[in-house]
């Protein structure tokens, strides 16, 4: 038997889980001193989170431990499936270090099963699309091999580029350097970022106002975009809806044949991109 793996930093919506064969791994986050694990939008009051960062709240995320792995992991391993998570970006975070903690000693206790981790570099819905059409490749009754392969072939063609009001909670998160940081609060403008092939957060530009900042991000999607008929631009938002209304319409403008799906930023990412942040997700031709 064979099971897949992904985890609530790939940001799909809770409506999409019962559809898809698949165990879900719940990243936490913390603020006003409670801890939650992120339910993928089902009872998440995201107006709540991101009222209160505004206010001066400082969310953080924090890595699963190798306990908490260990839980998830080891009815699998007891039952010798061949496992595959599909993860968001190592460059990320530290919790894969806590993973291989656990993943040593459950190799050890149970060596007839298999784990793998393929590693989308990516986060949000950029990990959200390879996850989900690698589950649905895998429910047309492929092994995990041939997903794994198929992972590999699409890793690039999925890009993520945002804008965000100023980069204090990427700093803050060690996202971005300082000196990245301290140049977006130098001249007072819309940083816009993207994730590189590698996995990494990298400034590509510097804009000023909201204006400027959607069409950036509308002009790569129609610079970039491939396949925009079969799979969905995603639009995301974090406690700016204005902002995400106004890419929404460019794109339906200039996209009429587009797919186009819009979905909050949820509290994981959030701590980190900031409230204010706008981004698009789309099938491309590179990243």
């Known amino acids: 038997m064979s099971k897949i793996f992904f985890d609530t930093d ?13 165990e879900l791994i719940k990243m936490p986050y913390t603020i006003n001193g409670k801890e939650y694990f992120y339910d993928m939008g089902e009872n998440t009051d995201f107006n709540a989170f ?12 924090s890595a699963l431990n190798a306990q908490l792995y260990t839980e998830i992991l080891e009815p699998y391993f007891k039952k010798g499936e061949d496992m595959l998570y599909i993860s968001f970006s190592s460059k990320m975070s530290g919790t894969f270090n806590h993973l291989e903690m656990a993943l040593k000693d459950l190799r050890e206790k149970y060596p007839n099963a298999r784990f793998r981790r393929f590693d989308t570099k990516s986060i949000c819905w950029g990990s959200g699309l390879q996850v989900y059409y690698a589950v649905k490749y895998y429910q047309e009754g492929h092994t995990t091999d041939e997903v794994y392969e198929y992972l590999e ?37 819309k940083p816009i970022l993207y994730v590189n092939d590698g ?21 790569k999607v129609k610079t970039l975009g491939t396949e925009l008929e ?51 997700i789309f099938r491309s031709i590179s990243r």
């Open 153 to 189: 072939k699409n890793v690039n063609s999925f890009t993520e580029y945002f804008a965000v009001d100023d980069l204090f909670h990427l700093k803050r998160g060690g996202r971005v350097s300082a000196a990245a940081a301290a140049i977006g609060s130098l001249f007072s403008v």
């Open 10 to 22: 790939c940001e799909l919506w809770y409506t999409m889980l019962p559809e898809m064969d698949a």
């Open 50 to 61: 991101y009222k209160a960062v505004r206010a001066g709240a400082m969310p953080i995320t």
């Open 230 to 280: 079969k799979y969905p631009i995603v639009v995301l938002d974090a406690d700016n809806k204005e902002g995400g209304d106004k890419i929404e319409a460019k794109l339906r403008e200039a996209l009429p044949s587009a797919k186009i799906e819009r979905y909050p930023v949820g509290p994981v990412i959030g701590t980190h991109c900031g409230p204010g942040t706008i981004a698009v």
């Open 199 to 219: 996995g990494e957060l990298q400034v590509v530009s510097k804009v000023t106002g909201t204006n400027k900042a959607v069409n950036f991000l509308v002009d």
